[in-house]
């Protein structure tokens, strides 16, 4: 399996960088993100190897029993659903993650990934008594999920920039809970900025602000 | 558009479970609030005329009740949620 280390402003120009060394397309590569700062950001992209993905997934080499049982019952339910499309275990990901491929797949993520959400409950509802507490499978549809958050890192990221120049809060648009999670985690290491969440769901927002110097 | 109110509310419940589900770290939600959101739904007249709407929904509020896992709430929600969609009159 290769992969490369990609520099860049944004987690999407050091992901581009990367894919530019490796001559691959953006749905054929795993992403890591190793560190992200307002200056740079720096991934590592690795080539997903679609025969041992699919080996593994066929049931030759059951390396991993849970996701085994979880990826033949998606592929169960998309074959009842009459969706074609190929369903393979994320190497080492943890939670265990499933991706769905195919062609023509916009149904099954759905209105803001409304369906790929419902199909990611209905896995974790089958799958749910070989799992142990805690445990959750996350299903991915063309890597759907992924790009979400990435995409939401990035809005972050320009987010807290501004908020740095400003001194100002910065209310985001709403945003389902794993992305506003993704929000929180990019920026909680950031000693200048907070994060924080206001509204109901499902108009929930992240406000990103200027972090209050401690009281001495 | 018939259904809509229905959808949004049935929409904030499902956000709500999935909150978390998802652990989304900024709010703690209580069962109270996911049964409240969905006793909203059932408020409403509307879902009387689609099929299985209100089913669903009472399905939804008795696993909230007891105590059954977020993922299979949010399933029941869903299953309304389409029903919804399908907009198929009852009876």
Redesign the interface.
């Known amino acids: 399996m290769s992969s490369a280390e990609g520099r860049g402003r944004t987690v999407d120009e050091a992901v581009d960088a990367a894919l530019i060394e490796l001559k691959e397309s953006r749905r054929n590569v795993d992403i890591k993100v190793i560190s992200e700062t307002q200056e740079e950001a720096v991934v590592e992209v690795t080539v997903i190897d679609h025969a041992a993905a699919a080996a593994s997934g066929s049931g030759a080499v059951p390396a991993n029993g849970k996701a085994e049982v979880a990826r033949g019952l998606v592929e169960g339910l998309l074959k009842h659903m009459g969706v074609r499309a190929q369903v393979t275990v994320r190497p080492s990901s943890e939670p265990i993650t499933l991706d769905i491929s195919g062609r023509d797949l916009g149904a099954l993520i759905g209105w803001r990934g409304e369906t790929l959400r419902a199909l990611q409950s209905v896995t974790n509802v089958m799958v749910g008594r070989h799992l142990a507490e805690g445990e959750r499978i996350i299903v991915d549809v063309e890597r759907y999920r992924q790009r979400r958050e990435h995409t939401v890192r990035e809005i972050a990221m320009r987010a807290a920039r501004q908020v740095k120049m400003t001194g100002d809060a910065i209310t985001l648009d709403a945003m389902q809970p794993f992305e506003r999670r993704a929000i929180h985690l990019a920026l909680e290491g950031d000693p200048d900025v907070t994060s924080g969440s206001v509204g109901e769901e499902p108009e929930r927002r992240v406000v990103v602000g200027p972090r209050k110097p401690a009281a001495e | 558009m018939p259904g809509r109110a229905a959808a949004e509310r049935i ?2 419940a ?3 479970v ?2 978390v ?7 703690d939600i209580t069962p109270t609030e996911i049964a409240e959101s969905i006793r909203d739904c059932l408020e409403l007249r509307e879902i009387d005329d689609i099929a299985n709407v209100r089913r669903y929904l009472g399905e939804a509020l008795d696993a909230v009740s007891d105590g059954m ?1 977020a ?2 709430v ?2 029941t929600l ?1 299953a309304a949620l ?1 029903s919804l969609r399908e907009g198929s009159p009852a009876g």
Not at chain 2, 21 to 27: C, R
């Open positions: 929409r904030k499902i956000a709500l999935n909150s589900a998802d652990g989304a770290g900024d709010e896992p993922d299979f949010a399933m869903y389409g």
